[in-house]
């Protein structure tokens, strides 16, 4: 393995192993019958390969050896462990882009999403955005003061909260700088740096919705909250009522456990649909008013330079998206023949509804299979057969949303929006596969 991703491509005798094993419906014959055709195209250097790979030095199936493993005692339960990885999974990690960031407190480490399967992000693995450090801070000590337009002001310890009754939801949270390096030109090597400022997690938590209720807000007049977290950022996001009634959680668990102290520990806003900013870690104060506050995070930063040179503002939601994960840029495609194409798509606006793969730059289109769960504001993972010749190919991925949103290309984006923002790039990805079978990041048309 190499530290840009797992190569890939010895999966074709498996495959071929695999469907011998497994009883086929008849809905799948011709799913079946394509998948046929497909290893015997590439298959022959494959099948030889897999002849090879079996006979031991004697020309004995190496199979039929039992390994240590299959013989001797394992290791004892680790009764107060964590839990860890397989040791060949090191290489799976958060990594920082070099040179990105001039200090680890204000900077990010992004989510491998090359290595990643379905559509949920292990908590390990979860994109870390600190605008001023992270901290572990005492659940005990820590309070949540909703007031401003209330006709009840409250502070709430965590226990108050999770007296409340709670919901759980699948939600992606993007930041919305993913993907910024590539307004320009190609900037970053592997998918883990173009888009790795994503995420999608079970959250559990309270409705803001019930809190703001509990706490009486002023129906008629009030139009905005603002959420503040606690760290030294003094990071503060104004969210449309609308917006924090709809389906705003108040979380203090991720995937199942406490949120971890990076993302927010004890309590995170979770807004789904919305770029990562608004889900104010650490937070300790939501204020219900009747304006936007046009804090520092919604003058200075998180607007979109527009072509004219006039800022937008307040350009909250992320909008339909996808990319292709497996394979991407730093990988290699070791056999020609079969390859199960991969990737993950999402909307702020609610569900995906469908998305086309090509593998020659945009001119041909097919349409790839959904995955289920299909969930609004939550990665949809998408996958098509693929039978690589050995030629040079170009893969993207093409998002529509429920809403009929069609993801753009970068030039029709770039047509709209100019190359001089950081902000809300959802343009089209694409992969290169060279003939040597090495993929790489590079933009066309
Ligand atoms: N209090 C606080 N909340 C914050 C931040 C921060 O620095 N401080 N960073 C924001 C940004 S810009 C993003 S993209 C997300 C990142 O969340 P994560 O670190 O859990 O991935 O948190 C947001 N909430
Ligand atoms: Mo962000």
């Known amino acids: 393995m190499t530290e840009k991703g797992r190569p890939f491509g010895r999966i074709l005798p498996a495959a071929e192993n695999a469907l011998g094993a497994r009883p086929i419906a008849a809905d799948e014959s011709s799913r079946r019958a394509f998948l046929r055709r497909a290893l015997a195209l590439g298959g022959g250097a494959a099948a030889a390969g897999l002849a090879a790979q079996a006979a031991g030095a004697e020309g004995d199936p190496a199979i039929l050896k039992l390994p240590a493993h299959s013989t001797g005692l394992g290791q004892p339960v680790a009764a107060r462990d964590y839990g860890t990885p397989s040791e060949h999974e ?11 960031t001039r200090v680890a407190q204000a900077s990010v480490a992004f989510t491998p999403l090359q290595g990643l399967f379905g559509i949920i992000t292990p908590n390990g693995l979860h994109f870390e955005r600190h605008h001023q450090g992270w901290w572990d801070i005492d659940p005990e000590q820590h309070r949540l003061m909703v007031m401003g337009m209330v006709k009840a002001p409250t502070v709430y310890t965590l226990s108050d909260l999770m007296r409340l009754p709670s919901v759980s939801r699948i939600h992606f949270i993007e930041c919305g700088a993913n993907t910024g390096m590539e307004w320009g030109n190609v900037a970053v090597p592997t998918v883990q740096y173009t888009h790795g400022m994503l995420s999608c997690c ?5 409705p803001l919705s019930t809190l703001l209720d509990h706490c009486g807000y002023e129906r008629k007049k009030a139009k905005f909250v603002l959420a503040e977290g606690a760290d030294g950022s003094g990071l503060t996001r104004t969210i449309s009522m609308e917006r924090a009634l709809e389906d705003a959680i108040v979380a203090w668990a991720m995937n199942g456990e406490m949120l971890r102290p990076e993302n927010g520990y004890p309590l995170r806003l979770v807004v789904p649909g919305v770029q990562g900013v608004s889900w104010v870690k650490w937070l300790r104060r939501i204020e219900v008013g009747d304006k ?11 607007i979109d330079m ?10 909250s939601i992320q909008e339909a998206k996808s990319v292709i994960t497996t394979p991407s840029g730093g990988q290699k495609l070791l056999d020609k023949g079969l390859h199960n194409v991969t990737g993950l798509a999402w909307s702020g606006r609610g569900r995906i509804r469908r998305v086309d793969v090509s593998f020659d730059g945009g001119r041909n289109w097919r349409t790839a299979r959904l995955e289920s769960p299909v969930l609004p504001k939550a990665l949809t993972r998408f996958s098509i ?5 050995g030629g040079p190919a170009i893969l993207q991925s093409r998002a529509i949303d429920e809403t009929g949103y069609v993801q753009p290309k970068i030039r029709q984006l770039r047509q709209v929006r100019g190359t001089r923002s950081i902000y809300h790039n959802n343009a089209i990805q694409s992969w290169k596969v060279a003939q040597s079978g090495e993929v790489s990041n590079v933009q066309v048309d």
């Open 292 to 302: 936007p506050w046009d804090t520092r995070e919604e003058v200075l930063h998180y």
């Open 385 to 389: 057969d693929w039978v690589w010749d």
């Open 306 to 315: 527009m072509p004219d040179g006039v800022f937008r503002q307040y350009s």
């Open 90 to 100: 090191a290489n799976l990690q958060r990594r920082q882009s070099p040179g990105l």
């Open 202 to 206: 079970e959250y559990t938590g309270v």
